[in-house]
């Protein structure tokens, strides 16, 4: 019963998979993150023009070796692989934008569920770290852990573009909540997220461990 119901969390935890019930838990105050209070258009202030994306100074590297925090190293997948598109069509339905895209970094690595488990859909977790940014529209850019299981995949983690490593609070995901299912859009977040905010590297919203495990948390270290 446990495990089911971990199951079904997680399921909501990747906000493409909007069917996910989470169960009784209420709803639970979002993360005090400054860039976590939705844009509802209430605030008079005017939204600056955002910046041109800063692009690296030098080619991102492609691989990483295998380590105690990245138990099968990553790699960075051929751009026109079936491999290196598929987190981008799960970033564009999850978080829509228009036009092309433009693929700063990007990781594949593949390790287990947090916390690990012994069922055998559960014990392989495909994930990406994707940092772009869309070229028709310079406020769409950031970064974004994508997770694929056997049972589906999604968006677990959005960050600002201009965010560094694996830290807390930078990294947030969002908890699916069938009372409240209108996108928002968060200053510093591009596109529009449906759920309840919470610190993604701490864990939070009912969810009290990190989005990722110890195993893997170090394939985003120098990203």
């Known amino acids: 019963m446990v495990l089911r119901v971990f199951v079904r969390m997680v399921a909501c935890v990747l906000v493409a998979l909007t069917a996910c019930d989470p169960g009784s838990d209420a709803p639970r105050s979002p993360s ?3 860039f976590l209070a939705p844009s509802d258009g209430a605030d008079p202030t005017p939204t600056p023009t955002p910046t041109p994306p800063a692009l ?6 492609s691989r990483g070796q295998p380590d105690d925090t990245c138990v099968d190293g990553w790699v960075s997948p051929e751009p026109d692989a079936a491999l290196a598109r598929q987190p981008i069509g799960i970033v564009r339905r ?14 594949f ?8 488990s012994d069922k055998g859909y ?6 990406w770290y994707v940092k772009l940014f869309a070229t028709r529209d310079r406020a769409y850019q950031g970064r974004f ?17 201009d965010t560094r490593g694996f830290r807390s609070p930078d990294w947030v995901g969002f908890q699916w909540e069938s009372a409240d299912t209108e996108p928002k859009g968060y200053p510093g977040l591009p596109g529009t997220w449906r759920g309840i905010p919470y610190d993604f590297v701490r864990g939070g919203e009912g969810l009290e461990i990190p989005g990722l495990p110890a195993e893997v948390g ?5 990203t």
């Open 218 to 222: 170090g394939c985003l270290e120098g």
């Open 145 to 161: 852990i994508v997770e694929v299981r056997q049972f589906g995949g999604g968006v677990a983690a959005v960050a600002p573009y």
């Open 56 to 61: 690296p100074a030098a080619p991102a590297p």
């Open 94 to 107: 999850v978080a829509p934008f228009e036009g092309p895209v433009r693929v700063v970094d990007m990781r």
């Open 32 to 34: 005090e993150s400054p």
């Open 109 to 116: 690595f593949v390790g287990p569920e947090s916390p690990p």
């Open 122 to 127: 559960l014990r392989e977790v495909r994930r």
